[in-house]
């Protein structure tokens, strides 16, 4: 009995510590949420005030906090770079399920964060200049149908878009094919003719545009002459399970699925969507005849973090994605068609390698095919494109107290199958009418940039930029065959080599709630002639040839620009503004030139000995009511010496916007101007006849809601397109200016 009693008691010891252990243990639940939007927030720092340790919040925006040995009287902080720091007493935060953070107007990059957070900008990495950011939360609540119609939101960008629905953008006045567009880094441009479809981009798979405004990029080619735009995955979600449909006008609607799940370090995500419209034209009968888009979706990407806390923005992970694309038109009335559709399966690993620290290795394979078909009388055109692609790229940073050296080598191997079948056009038989063509390009780059102190009390540092680029291009051309025997658009093989040297100059301050950002960039590129240039049919209506010179294009600019940003978080009426501003000057010479003559169905290309765009670039905003409503006004003028190197480019643009976001609801009236369009059509006598579209003025209006059920959350969207539109412009078909009515509506879990 003694030795049971005996062995009993320190059982009974080590019960009553551990109980009493738990019994001290305060476990915390909780969801973080912008306290306008209500919208949850990932990364937020969680911790006991004095005690650094803690959690954070997970992209759904929940949280566990654990605490031991609690004294009630502690206070929990909450604390994210982009909104103010609160504090809540431990009683408290034990009995809310909610924590509403109020925005700040200037992000606190002073706060050390130690939770997940969305990843860096990838365009930081290259030289200060303007550029803008749209993240998810300001377009996934908007309704938008594609990236076209969210990009021309901004004042600096004019989408361009063609019957088939496709989608290409300009910047600062520019061609479409001198925007670089990347899928995570991953260039997207097509080599045949260096433009890319940006319909074809899933709004509901994307974190964030990134926007370069300018050609004073290093890293992301040669050929960026007008900007980059860097389309951010989202690697992670708030959600297990989402469902999504939209319906509206021209009998359009699309539908999408879209699953996720994190296993501890690995985490993966698989989106599918359809679409279609239906739109009848405006000169013949609904029932006569029609033009019909459709449209495939496919998403998938997997991460893994080898990192050994649960933190899938750690800097050392593997990531795999892979986007399918397909494009469907049909246009009865013109006898027209066209199947689109893209493959890119990429991989990417960040951390370090071996003895090589922070260290970023990237590939992709990619696979474009696009099918053309033409009716006109008695002519037709039958035009197959089929490109095959492979990327690789390395990068490696060496970052030191006041200096960081990032040097790349970036090498892609593409093959295109070309095709082009025409028949009774009134033309003579001349150009090319299907070859085989390779193409390798291999990229140095090297970004220097030294921060210093200036010892001021406003301007407190000073930061000097350096790049150099060298490009060296190879082009191969096999089994060329032409029509009626001619020699043109025929080249068998070219090489381009080019160095390019950018400098920029950045000054930045911060005193009492009030932050500047300057900049003075100057630089010069190179484009080389694209496929598409190099194999440039003549005007064969005349005896005169116009064959392009396939010397590259050479672009100089110039430009200086500022932020200037100021808070009153004292207040509630005025909470804080912003105001940007920015003048460039862009020289070019051998400026490559696209001309149509009519009855002919394809371009051709002359030159431009130089030409110069000059513009000016404002934006301003105004906070009000602690962020809850946000004014944004933006400008754009451009000085165009030479518009038929830069065909329907609007010089003029104004937007004024007004943003409304309480209690998760969300709504934006959107007003922009466009100044009229001007292009020169080449006459078969080969003077030019002038074709203007008048300016244009219109209204975008949206309003959502936001509903939460649980673990369910709900999602409704009215949106209203070009309300303003009076008829006065027709232009058959075309979905940019009508208007337009959309409803969307989504659930997840």
Known sequence: MKFKIRLFLPLLAIFVVVATGAAQELVINGIVRDINTHQEIRGVNIFVKGIRLGTSSNPAGRYTLRIAAANRQSLIVFQHIGYVAREIPLDSAATKRYVDLQPRVIPFREIEITAENPRALEIEKDLPQRVAVIEAKNFEIRGYVDAGDLLRTDQSVQVEEELSGKKTVAIRGGNPNEVVVLYDGVKLNSNFDNVFDLSLIDLEDVERFEIIKGSNTALYGPEAFSGVINIVPKLQRDYHFRFQQRVGT??????GLHLYQKIKRLQGAYSFKRGGSQRTFVDLPADEAQLANNSLHHTANVTYTFSEEDDSSASNFLSAGYIYTALDYDNQRDVESLFNFNHLLSFKYNGDLAWLKRVVLSTSLRQMEEEQF??????????????????????????????????????????????????????????????????????????AKYHGDSGADFFRQV??????????????QNNPVTRGGATSGIFHQNAWRATMFKFSLNVNGYRSGLTFDGYMNFGHNTKFPTLFEQISSPSALTSRAFQPNLNPEKNRSTEIGFVLTRDFLQLYGIYGFQFAGNYFQNYYDNKFRLSSV??????????????????????????????KVTLEAGISRYFIS????????????????????????????????????????RRTDNSFSEITIPDHTNLDLHLSKTFKLGRFKLFANASGRNLLNTGEVELLGLALRDRRYYFTVSAQY
Not at 250 to 255: I, L, T
Not at 416 to 436: C, H, K, W
Not at 599 to 625: C, H, M, W
């Open 250 to 255: 021209y009998f359009s609607g699309n539908w």
């Open 374 to 447: 033409l009716a006109s009388g008695a002519g037709a055109l039958h035009r197959i494109i089929a490109e095959r692609s492979a990327h690789l790229g390395v990068e490696k940073r060496l970052q030191f107290p006041r200096f960081e050296l990032l040097s790349a080598y970036q090498f892609q191997a593409a093959g295109l199958d070309f095709t082009d079948e025409r028949a009774n056009f009134p033309e003579q038989p001349a150009g090319l009418s299907a070859a085989e063509f390779q193409r390798q390009h291999h990229g140095l780059v090297v970004i």
């Open 463 to 476: 930061n000097v930029d350096v790049s150099l680029r060298h490009d060296r291009v190879d082009d191969r």
């Open 598 to 627: 009519p009855g002919i169905p394809v371009a051709f290309y002359d030159n431009v000995q130089n030409a110069r765009i000059t513009g000016l670039e404002g934006k301003s905003s105004v906070f009000l009511l602690r962020k």
């Open 642 to 681: 030479e518009k038929t190197a830069f065909p329907f480019k609007s010089d003029f643009k104004r937007t004024l916007s007004l943003l409304l976001d309480h209690a998760g609801y969300s709504f934006q009236l959107h007003h922009f101007k466009e100044g009229e369009q001007v292009g020169l059509v």
